[in-house]
């Protein structure tokens, strides 16, 4: 069997802080600093700050079959 890859420590931005943080296994935060910062994205997230954008149709669309129009 093949050894495991080792990966170098990374220093990378917080993304919600911006302050440096350790991607490594090391952080169990990562990527980012601390559990405040992952809490806080956390948050956002339930709370609906970030959405993934959709194509809906407009409201005013019929909902008939496309190969009809």
């Known amino acids: 069997m093949s050894e ?3 990966f170098p420590e990374r220093i990378v931005r917080c ?3 911006g302050k440096d943080s350790v991607y490594a296994p090391r952080n169990p935060y990562r990527p980012f600093c601390s559990a405040r910062c992952k809490g806080i994205d ?3 997230w339930a709370s609906e ?3 993934v954008p959709t194509e809906a149709p407009p409201d005013e ?3 008939d079959d496309p190969k009809l129009q």
């Open 15 to 17: 993304p919600a802080c």
């Open 4 to 6: 495991p890859q080792v």
């Open 49 to 51: 700050n970030f959405r």
């Open 42 to 44: 956390l948050g956002a």
């Open 61 to 63: 669309a019929p909902f």
